[in-house]
């Protein structure tokens, strides 16, 4: 890459890769100790890798959703998996499309198109702008959301599945190959062994490698390139590492147990714990991956998921590179979320800790204004709906800051230090899960709040809850809940007091920006509105030139 990052680019492009579930520290550019993964490491040495860079929502659908729009999700209101985003909500294809840049789609987005929306406005999703609201404002090049799983009820995702007609194409003999080779192995006596089964994650999934969903993804990808016309951003959206943990030959085996760390947990969780956080550690998810031997199959098979991603990594920097592009692409590369792996009794995601809502984040710009920060990390407070704000910057615009609630990286890129935010703020609306049940909670009051200030942590949890916090410096693994005691108030009173800022952001005011409502002081009187006044004199004679002179005459009554 090293030979081209000097090159200046009149018409930029962005390539903005997604890893599904793909935990920040599963790198080796972020100390991995195990785990190798050169082609990340290299894109970082040659961008910016953020090293606090956290979602606004730590389950799929949701985070999605704010990176797509650069809005929070209380904004946007698409919350949890399946939750529409509301017709006319603006996302990344209108700011760059209105930049001149187009804005593509190759892989998952989790987004469910509003329909009852769509037909309230006579909107046919057959036709461009129909379209586009029913995906998420991107245009498709392909979208495979990747989750086809099958039960009593039918499939999961009822749209159709561009990668299962490739596999059936490829002859592999079933309805759903995804479910039966991609997603399984083999028992030793011939039965299915499907991923979905933990103990199965040892096996190599029973597809060759080359047909496996991160390579097909990738070809996609390069053939999407091969066509585009500049300027261009591609969503290239992966749905691995995202369970099943099961991988294909030859990264099924490639880890082991000695390469599963021990979990990051502690006795003292478990005492007093918020209500809370002692549902979730008492799910379902939680209760397999305290099992010893459930993570010693799931985090190898996981670990080969992000090498298998890591290798394809390769093989679009290497496209890249041979066809020239590499001089006036962008390079961004993130996650929707962690995985907690059984770090804090926990498995999936969901709640706020650093395994769940922090990610990788790393930024290759390839214009000689980026020069002097190659290779560098930066510890500034990163949310994910400040990528919106950079995209539109990079193709030429200024972002909407009265739509995209994000800030610009492009200061951060530059080797600037800009004025930045003092905290990050994520939400979690857990209303359709059991833990609601559980706790015995309406929808409405099953949500909760993170506020961190890069050294403490707090949970708010509506429903009457007590708060959580932890302080990172002196308690980085985040075991000891400092809430349950008295001694941090004032810490505590002190972020409530960010998060009553953030709660009156203005975020519905989308219509009209801070400049237009200044441009617009005044032009009623400009146009002749003129109330209040008692003679004239208030005012420049030039507004009342139409209200002075003689009075014209009333036509006479006939």
Same mark, same amino acid.
């Given at each position: 890459?090293?030979?081209?990052?000097?090159?200046?680019?009149?018409?930029?492009?962005?390539?903005?890769?997604? $890893?599904?579930?793909?935990?920040?520290?599963?790198?080796?550019?972020? &100390?991995?100790?195990?785990? #190798?993964?050169?082609?990340?490491?290299?894109?970082?040495?040659?961008?910016?890798?953020?090293? +606090?860079?956290?979602? *606004?929502?730590?389950?799929?659908?949701?985070?999605?959703?704010?990176?797509?729009?650069?809005?929070?999700?209380? /904004? #946007?209101?698409?919350?949890? +998996?399946?939750?529409?985003?509301?017709?006319?909500?603006?996302?990344?294809?209108?700011?760059?499309? @209105?930049?001149?840049?187009?804005?593509?789609?190759?892989?998952?987005?989790?987004?469910?198109?509003?329909?009852?929306?769509?037909?309230?406005?006579?909107? /046919?999703?057959?036709?461009?702008?129909?379209?586009?609201?029913?995906?998420?404002?991107?245009?498709?090049?392909?979208?495979?959301?990747?989750?086809?799983?099958?039960?009593?009820?039918?499939?999961?995702?009822?749209?159709?599945?561009?990668?299962?007609? $490739?596999?059936?194409?490829? &002859?592999?003999?079933?309805?759903?190959?995804?479910?039966?080779?991609? +997603?399984?192995?083999?028992?030793? +006596?011939?039965?299915?062994?499907?991923?979905?089964?933990?103990?199965?994650?040892?096996?190599?999934?029973?597809?060759?490698?080359?047909?496996?969903?991160?390579?097909?993804?990738?070809?996609?990808?390069?053939?999407? !390139?091969?066509?585009?016309?500049?300027?261009?951003?591609?969503?290239? /959206?992966? =749905?691995?590492?995202?369970?099943?943990? !099961?991988?294909?030959?030859?990264?099924?085996?490639?880890?082991?147990?000695?390469?599963?760390?021990?979990?990051?947990? #502690?006795? =003292?969780?478990?005492?007093?714990?918020?209500?809370?956080?002692?549902? $979730?550690?008492?799910?379902?998810?939680?209760?397999?991956?305290?099992?010893?031997?459930?993570?010693?199959?799931?985090?190898?098979?996981?670990?080969?998921?992000?090498?298998?991603?890591?290798?394809?990594?390769?093989?679009?920097?290497?496209?890249?590179?041979?066809?020239?592009?590499? *001089?006036?692409?962008?390079?961004?590369?993130?996650?929707?979320? &962690?995985?907690?792996?059984?770090?804090?009794? %926990?498995?999936?995601?969901?709640?706020?800790?650093?395994?769940?809502?922090?990610?990788?984040?790393?930024?290759?710009?390839?214009?000689?204004?980026?020069?002097?920060?190659?290779?560098?990390?930066?510890?500034?407070?990163?949310?994910?709906?400040?990528?919106?704000?950079?995209?539109?910057?990079?193709? &030429?615009?200024?972002?909407?800051?009265?739509? =995209?609630?994000?800030?610009? %990286?492009?200061?951060?890129?530059?080797?600037?230090?800009?004025?930045?935010?003092?905290?990050?703020?994520?939400?979690?609306?857990?209303?359709?899960?059991? *833990?609601?049940?559980?706790?015995?909670?309406?929808?409405?009051?099953?949500?909760?709040?993170?506020?961190?200030?890069?050294?403490?942590?707090?949970?708010?949890?509506?429903?009457?809850?007590?708060?959580?916090?932890?302080?990172?410096?002196?308690?980085?693994?985040?075991?000891?809940?400092?809430?349950?005691?008295?001694?941090?108030?004032?810490? !505590?009173?002190?972020?409530?007091?960010?998060?009553?800022?953030?709660?009156?952001?203005?975020? *519905?005011?989308?219509?009209?920006?801070?400049?237009?409502?200044?441009?617009? @002081?005044?032009?009623?009187?400009?146009?002749?509105?003129?109330?209040?006044?008692?003679?004239?004199?208030?005012?420049?004679?030039?507004? !009342?030139?139409?209200?002075?002179?003689?009075?014209?005459?009333?036509?006479?009554?006939?």
């Amino acid at each position: 890459m090293s030979d081209m990052l000097d090159a200046p680019s009149a018409q930029m492009n962005i390539l903005f890769i997604m $890893y599904d579930q793909l935990r920040y520290d599963y790198l080796s550019c972020a &100390g991995h100790p195990h785990l #190798h993964t050169p082609n990340f490491d290299k894109v970082a040495a040659s961008g910016v890798r953020f090293t +606090n860079a956290y979602v *606004q929502s730590p389950i799929c659908g949701a985070s999605r959703m704010c990176f797509y729009t650069g809005r929070y999700a209380s /904004s #946007h209101g698409a919350q949890w +998996n399946g939750f529409p985003i509301r017709v006319g909500e603006q996302t990344l294809g209108d700011h760059l499309r @209105r930049n001149g840049m187009a804005c593509w789609l190759v892989g998952k987005t989790h987004m469910k198109a509003d329909v009852d929306g769509m037909e309230r406005l006579g909107l /046919s999703p057959d036709s461009l702008i129909g379209a586009r609201q029913a995906e998420c404002g991107f245009d498709c090049w392909i979208r495979d959301d990747g989750l086809w799983g099958e039960g009593p009820d039918g499939f999961y995702d009822e749209k159709r599945s561009p990668y299962n007609e $490739y596999l059936k194409a490829e &002859g592999y003999p079933s309805q759903n190959p995804w479910a039966d080779f991609a +997603n399984a192995g083999i028992e030793d +006596n011939g039965d299915l062994a499907s991923g979905w089964m933990f103990a199965n994650a040892d096996k190599p999934a029973n597809i060759r490698e080359h047909d496996s969903e991160t390579p097909w993804l990738t070809r996609q990808a390069i053939s999407f !390139i091969e066509q585009a016309e500049s300027p261009w951003c591609a969503h290239v /959206s992966y =749905i691995k590492p995202h369970w099943p943990y !099961i991988v294909p030959a030859p990264y099924h085996d490639m880890f082991g147990a000695n390469h599963v760390p021990q979990a990051l947990r #502690h006795e =003292i969780e478990r005492e007093d714990p918020h209500p809370v956080y002692g549902a $979730y550690m008492d799910n379902r998810i939680a209760a397999a991956f305290q099992r010893d031997d459930v993570r010693q199959k799931v985090i190898p098979a996981y670990m080969g998921l992000i090498k298998q991603c890591d290798d394809q990594l390769g093989v679009l920097l290497d496209y890249l590179e041979r066809t020239g592009r590499m *001089q006036n692409t962008m390079i961004v590369l993130t996650s929707d979320h &962690g995985d907690y792996l059984g770090d804090h009794w %926990l498995g999936e995601k969901d709640l706020f800790h650093e395994q769940s809502v922090k990610v990788p984040l790393i930024i290759y710009d390839p214009h000689v204004r980026a020069d002097a920060t190659r290779g560098a990390t930066c510890e500034a407070l990163v949310e994910s709906i400040d990528l919106a704000a950079t995209f539109v910057e990079v193709a &030429g615009g200024k972002a909407p800051y009265h739509i =995209i609630e994000g800030k610009s %990286l492009m200061p951060w890129l530059k080797g600037e230090t800009p004025d930045w935010r003092k905290f990050v703020m994520s939400e979690f609306d857990y209303s359709m899960t059991p *833990q609601c049940l559980k706790l015995g909670l309406e929808p409405r009051d099953a949500r909760l709040f993170m506020v961190f200030d890069g050294r403490y942590k707090l949970m708010h949890a509506e429903g009457g809850f007590r708060p959580m916090l932890f302080d990172l410096k002196t308690d980085p693994e985040e075991f000891h809940d400092l809430a349950k005691g008295d001694d941090s108030r004032s810490e !505590i009173d002190r972020l409530y007091g960010y998060l009553a800022m953030w709660g009156r952001r203005l975020c *519905q005011r989308v219509t009209r920006s801070e400049d237009d409502i200044k441009a617009m @002081r005044g032009r009623s009187a400009r146009r002749g509105i003129l109330p209040f006044l008692f003679d004239g004199s208030e005012v420049p004679d030039e507004l !009342i030139e139409k209200y002075r002179g003689r009075a014209p005459q009333r036509p006479l009554k006939t």
